[in-house]
């Protein structure tokens, strides 16, 4: 059985888009929302000797946690016609995954967020359209919960963990933006990012039968769209 659910915490998000800030003074300011969705790259490694009739407690969930949408406020401003620099804050959608198999069942959470600054290079073949590239650098909080169950035949082995992983995240982009009035545009396009040590550890312990479980999210693919409005 499969639960995947997606969660906003819209307080969080709230209090994170406190620190996106203009950063200069001179040209149009500009702010935004943005809507995400796409993939992580998660990847699973155990010092447990696996089989077919004996498979690991995380693996399973580890490839239904690849999932990623995400909520973005940005703010910054334009350095010219071609150039603007920005802040942003965001927020990822929580993930829940229960697997059951044969007398194992695992129940696992995901969630994370990212704060940061970035830059884009705006190239116009009109007014109005106009081509978008850029990167950016964060720093992520994400934090994977574990409850892992094994039913021996009435004899029960039950543990429940947590990780949290902190630290950057780069990311590129490209896009397509259209100004739909001097005052308001629209934008969508793809962004790859990459995690520095995103990789959640977790040891389990049976009495005398000791192993190490870990799911990595090594990077994540995204197709965003948005909406921004100059002041």
Request: proline share 2%.
């Amino acid at each position: 059985m499969e639960v995947t659910m997606f969660k906003t915490n819209l307080k969080t998000l709230a209090i994170a888009g406190f620190f996106v800030t203009p950063l200069a003074t001179a040209n149009p300011y500009f702010m935004g929302a943005e809507l995400s969705g796409g993939k992580f790259n998660t990847k699973f490694s155990t010092n447990e000797l696996v089989s077919a009739g004996d498979p690991s407690l995380l693996e399973g969930a580890s490839k239904d946690l690849d999932t990623k949408i995400a909520v973005r406020l940005l703010g910054g401003k334009y350095l010219n016609d071609n150039f603007r620099v920005y802040g942003f804050a965001q927020q990822d959608g929580k993930l829940e995954v229960t697997k059951i198999i044969g007398p194992m069942s695992t129940k696992t959470s995901y969630k994370s967020y990212e704060v940061g600054a970035g830059a884009d290079y705006l190239y116009f073949f009109n007014k109005q359209f106009f081509a978008v590239a850029g990167a950016s650098l964060g720093y992520y909080k994400s934090e994977l919960k574990a409850d892992a169950k094994i039913d021996f035949g009435g004899d029960m082995f039950e543990q429940k963990e947590t990780s949290t992983n902190s630290g950057l995240v780069t990311s590129l982009n490209l896009g397509l933006g259209y100004n739909i009035t001097d005052s308001f545009g629209m934008e969508g396009g793809y962004r790859l990012s990459r995690y520095s040590g995103n990789d959640h550890k977790f040891n389990f312990d049976d009495e005398d039968y000791k192993w190490t479980e870990t799911v990595s999210f090594k990077s994540s693919n995204q197709f965003y769209i948005n909406a921004t409005y100059k002041f």
